[in-house]
């Protein structure tokens, strides 16, 4: 799966809190019972930077800033962060399609 440099969205139709930094997501689903998904605060980062006024290189570039780390690492870390989220249907592209 490779990721573009476009903007990543999360679903806005999951109820969610932060709570401490750490953001708390409930992922309804027809056909399973729901779920929760708790983020830590790194994930939780990303989690309110994807709105769509961000591209994936920018959120990594916000990211090393916040964390004082290297925009590699940053990149690296989000990277199995936002596939993972993309995979579980809670990132999408700015234009709804999933990566």
Same mark, same amino acid.
């Given at each position: 799966?490779?990721?573009?440099?476009?903007?990543?969205?999360?679903?806005? $139709?999951?109820?969610?809190? %932060?709570?401490?930094?750490?953001?708390?997501?409930?992922?309804?689903? #027809?056909?399973? /019972?729901? &779920?929760?998904?708790?983020?830590?605060?790194?994930?939780?980062?990303?989690?309110?930077?994807? $709105?769509?006024?961000?591209? %994936?290189?920018?959120?990594?570039?916000?990211?090393?800033?916040?964390? #004082?780390?290297? /925009?590699? &690492?940053?990149?690296?870390?989000?990277?199995?962060?936002?596939?993972?989220?993309?995979?579980?249907?809670?990132?999408?592209?700015?234009?709804?399609?999933?990566?």
């Amino acid at each position: 799966m490779n990721l573009s440099p476009e903007s990543i969205v999360k679903r806005r $139709d999951f109820p969610y809190r %932060v709570i401490d930094n750490c953001a708390l997501i409930v992922q309804i689903s #027809d056909e399973e /019972e729901n &779920k929760l998904i708790t983020l830590n605060s790194t994930g939780t980062f990303i989690w309110n930077k994807a $709105d769509g006024s961000r591209s %994936v290189s920018g959120i990594v570039k916000e990211m090393a800033k916040e964390f #004082d780390i290297s /925009e590699d &690492k940053a990149f690296k870390d989000s990277l199995i962060f936002i596939k993972e989220m993309i995979l579980k249907g809670l990132f999408c592209l700015e234009g709804g399609e999933k990566y």
